[in-house]
């Protein structure tokens, strides 16, 4: 049962994003038959795959090559993955490489390093981008963090909060491998206590089978460059199933395009069975809003980007609304935890640390920093809704989320939901007041073919302000007015005082 998004101006009763041909997928059927075990070199099968156990880099070329020939995928030099241990000539060689081919890793301050990609300024903003999952080496600081994690896991009586803490603080959990061990800790799975994956036969009647197929098949983008086609193939393959499994267990929720942005993440670090027991978990909590059956509580929750730039930035709130971009720039972030709009591999899983250690609403503070953080960009562009929604759509590939999550954190701490949820309230008020005054202009429009005359700011229409005043009808009423005063001013001057002398 197919869903089309449609625009934020009305009632949204469809629930997929609007993706377009352009992304028909050039896979090939095999990626819709039964589920395909991986097999290991000594023959063992796996259910499951993680990024630990795709294919490692050789270290004497830094660039992992696809085996079949590509199938369709193009090996770009934004994706390619950099040997950490490559030596100080090869970091030479490939700072001339970056320099010669634009940049594709740019040195932050203090030596941290933050992922760049050749930017695509031909795809559209509801294409998927292709993900990079360049490697970077380790900073002192991320070592240290790293240290600290591991001993946490050594102990026992660490808590809760001592794992939000890091997924939290600065570079997140590091990298994938502690991801693995901590993600499900954050949401309350227990790793040791999961539920076998069906095959895929199992679940293929499901109605929402074709749709899932169609969106999997889309994801080629986001797996990770270089694997073999039959593991590719056999990642499909589970993320159908995991998608499918939740949904059926599930029944009132509905999937919406986007979701597999979500559980592709998932499924890529702690494997296709913990990813079940997570998604599940996040779909009955962070992203339940957004599985309903309409997609108006997700536009109500977009709806609370407007105040929160408002009481930054007012200007800028201002000429947003002006413009009236309005927040459908926002919608893929919003579904996907910004899966779907980032090319950085190493961004979306530092997004994630955060996102599972947070409210669920931290996403819309996020794109509301980022907005805040564009404000420059947005006010070189035209004031016209076509021009910001091509801005505000493309995320560029050098935001620095480190200081955007202490940012939205700071708005959370200002501006708490409960407050926010008051100025949303303001808001849909207003724009009820405004649809019901364009309404009676149509209708005045149409009765007397002509615009009605402005609201008069006065006592009659302070008191019947649905009493149509037409310029006649107020000098009647005045010259009215007059000669009652008149008439009473004349009876007072010459009937009281003859009434008082006698």
């Given at each position: ?11 949204l009763?469809?629930r997929t994003?609007?993706?377009g ?6 896979e ?5 038959s039964?589920?395909r ?5 000594n023959g ?29 995928d ?9 040997a ?7 970091t ?12 594709t890793?740019s ?6 390093n933050?992922?760049?990609v ?5 795809r ?5 981008t292709e ?43 590091i990298?994938?491998?502690?991801r ?6 954050l949401?309350?799975?227990?790793p040791?206590q ?5 095959s895929?036969?199992e679940?293929n ?16 983008k ?6 073999p086609y039959?593991?590719?193939?056999a990642l ?8 499918l499994?939740?949904?059926?267990k599930?029944p ?5 395009q986007?979701y597999?942005d ?16 997570v ?6 909590n ?8 309409t ?32 927040t ?18 190493r961004?979306?899983?530092?997004l ?10 931290l996403?819309?503070?996020?794109t509301?920093a980022i907005v805040?953080y ?9 004031c016209d ?7 505000l ?11 955007l999550l ?5 708005l959370?701490?200002?501006y708490?939901p409960?407050?926010?949820e ?13 649809r ?5 202009e149509?209708?005045y ?20 302000p649905h009493l ?7 000098f009647?009423t ?5 000669l009652?005063g ?9 009937y ?7």
């Amino acid at each position: 049962m197919e869903r089309t998004m449609e625009q934020f101006n009305g009632p949204l009763e469809k629930r997929t994003l609007p993706y377009g041909d352009a992304e028909d997928s050039d896979e090939q059927p095999e990626s819709q038959s039964t589920l395909r075990p991986i097999v290991s070199e000594n023959g063992d099968k796996k259910s499951g795959t993680s990024m630990s156990e795709l294919p490692k880099v050789d270290s004497n070329s830094g660039v992992q090559q696809c085996s079949d020939g590509d199938d369709g995928d193009e090996t770009t030099e934004s994706t390619r993955l950099i040997a950490a241990n490559g030596g100080e000539a090869k970091t030479e060689k490939h700072d001339e490489e970056q320099a010669s081919n634009g940049g594709t890793t740019s040195p932050g301050v203090n030596g941290k390093n933050i992922a760049l990609v050749q930017p695509n300024n031909h795809r559209r903003s509801d294409e998927p981008t292709e993900l990079s999952f360049e490697k970077f080496p380790e900073n002192h600081e991320e070592k240290l963090k790293r240290i600290k994690i591991e001993n946490a896991l050594d102990d026992p009586k660490t808590t809760l909060e001592t794992w939000k803490q890091f997924a939290k603080s600065e570079y997140g959990l590091i990298n994938d491998d502690l991801r693995r061990k901590i993600w499900p800790l954050l949401v309350g799975v227990d790793p040791q206590q999961v539920d076998p994956a069906p095959s895929l036969e199992e679940l293929n009647s499901h109605p929402e089978y074709n749709q899932v197929v169609l969106d999997v098949n889309r994801s080629l983008k986001r797996f990770p460059p270089g694997i073999p086609y039959e593991q590719r193939v056999a990642l499909q393959d589970q993320l159908t199933v995991l998608i499918l499994r939740v949904i059926i267990k599930y029944p009132h929720l509905k999937y919406y395009q986007g979701y597999h942005d979500v559980a592709i993440t998932f499924l890529l670090v702690v494997g296709e069975e913990v990813a079940f027991h997570v998604m599940e978990i996040l779909s009955t909590n962070h992203l339940v809003e957004c599985m309903q059956e309409t997609m108006e509580p997700t536009q109500r929750r977009l709806m609370f980007i407007y105040p929160l730039v408002r009481r930054e930035n007012a200007a800028l709130c201002t000429y947003l609304e002006r413009s009236t971009v309005g927040t459908l720039f926002a919608l893929p972030w919003y579904l996907t935890w910004f899966g779907h709009s980032l090319n950085s591999y190493r961004s979306v899983v530092r997004l994630y640390d955060y996102f599972l250690a947070s409210d669920f609403l931290l996403p819309i503070y996020v794109t509301s920093a980022i907005v805040i953080y564009r404000q420059n960009e947005i006010f070189q562009e035209d004031c016209d809704m076509a021009s910001l929604h091509c801005l505000l759509s493309q995320l560029p590939e050098d935001l620095p989320f480190e200081y955007l999550l202490k940012s939205a954190e700071n708005l959370y701490r200002k501006y708490p939901p409960r407050v926010i949820e008051k100025d949303v309230e303001t808001m849909i008020a207003k724009e009820k007041q405004q649809r019901l005054n364009e309404e009676r202009e149509r209708e005045y429009r149409k009765l007397y073919g002509k615009k009605p005359p402005p609201a008069a700011n006065s006592i009659i229409s302070r008191f019947l302000p649905h009493l149509q005043l037409s310029r006649r009808s107020v000098f009647v009423t005045t010259a009215f007015s007059i000669l009652v005063g008149f008439c009473a001013y004349y009876y007072r001057a010459h009937y009281i005082p003859l009434a008082a002398v006698r």
